[in-house]
Every structure is written in C-alpha cells, then in structure tokens.
C-alpha cells in the first residue's frame, strides 16, 4: 500500500498537469494521381504556397466554362489554406479554406473551390504551372499547349 501511494500521487499530478496539445499545427498538400488512385505526394503548406494560391484565386474573373470537368489523368492538388481566406471578387464571394488545382493532361488546368462548405464551383487556373511544380518539387506532366495561359 506504502509503494501504491507515491505512484497513485505521481499519476495524480501528471493528469493534472498534462499539457494541451493543438492538433492545427501542421498542413498538408496532397496531390493526387488518378491514374494511380492514390496520393503520390504529401507536401507541408508553407507561407510562399499559401500566397502563391491565395493571389491566383484573388484574381479569378470568370466560372470554368466546361460542363464535366473531372477526369481521370493528370493531377489533383489539394492545398488547405490557414487561415481561411476571405476573397470577395467579381466572380468568388466567400470563405475559403481548402483549394483543389485540377490539372489535367489535355485540357486547361482549372480551380475546384468549395464555397459556404457544400457549394461547389469551378473557375480558370491562370497561375503558373511550371512555378507550382518548382514549389511543391514535384513534377506535374501536362500538354505544352495548357502549360500557360
């Protein structure tokens, strides 16, 4: 009973003591092969990522014209944004927190952004294919004649 005791307090004072972990320290990318099926590459989001994909939605100004966008090649790049990211423009009013950057191989790259949380919308990607891959270091194939626009 004598030897029961120190442990019981020691355990005691652990619990009370126990330090409060946040579970929002880290974000990923992900990007995902289709042909594949499955993520080929999980990369930490960083500041440059962030404002790199924040100023492209900022400056979308037209919905994706095309009625079945998804395919099954290429990439699908899932960028989480934190802090979310208010961006009120001609086309996008709303409260993003995740971006999806739909690459496919023979079509225009464009943005798959959920807003209001169940709303689903597609718009143009004008960013820079060739400087997304140099940041996520990985090399996303795509056709010459979509690799800029």
Same mark, same amino acid.
């Given at each position: 009973?004598?030897? %029961?005791?120190?442990?019981?307090?020691?355990?005691?004072?652990?619990?009370?003591?126990?330090?409060?972990? *946040?579970?929002?320290?880290?974000?990923?990318?992900?990007?995902?092969?289709?042909?594949?099926?499955?993520?080929?590459?999980?990369?930490?989001?960083?500041?440059?990522?962030?404002?790199?994909?924040?100023?492209?939605?900022?400056?979308?100004?037209?919905?994706?014209? &095309?009625?079945?966008?998804?395919?099954?090649?290429?990439?699908?790049?899932?960028? /989480?944004?934190?802090? *979310?990211?208010?961006?009120?423009? %001609?086309?996008?009013?709303?409260?993003?927190?995740?971006?999806?950057?739909?690459? /496919?191989?023979?079509? /225009?790259?464009?943005?798959?952004?959920?807003?209001?949380?169940?709303? +689903? +919308?597609?718009?143009?990607?004008?960013?820079?294919?060739?400087?997304? *891959? &140099?940041?996520?270091?990985?090399? +996303?194939?795509? *056709?010459?004649?979509?690799?800029?626009?």
């Amino acid at each position: 009973m004598i030897k %029961k005791t120190p442990v019981i307090i020691f355990l005691f004072i652990m619990i009370m003591h126990s330090i409060v972990i *946040s579970a929002e320290g880290f974000r990923y990318a992900e990007i995902f092969d289709p042909k594949q099926d499955k993520v080929v590459k999980v990369i930490q989001v960083n500041r440059e990522i962030q404002n790199m994909v924040v100023s492209w939605i900022k400056d979308v100004d037209n919905i994706y014209g &095309k009625s079945n966008p998804l395919t099954d090649d290429g990439y699908a790049i899932r960028i /989480p944004l934190y802090p *979310s990211v208010k961006v009120q423009g %001609k086309c996008i009013n709303a409260l993003i927190n995740e971006v999806y950057i739909i690459i /496919p191989e023979n079509e /225009p790259a464009f943005f798959m952004i959920f807003e209001n949380e169940n709303k +689903l +919308l597609c718009y143009p990607f004008r960013g820079d294919i060739d400087a997304l *891959s &140099k940041i996520l270091d990985f090399k +996303l194939k795509v *056709s010459k004649v979509y690799s800029k626009e």
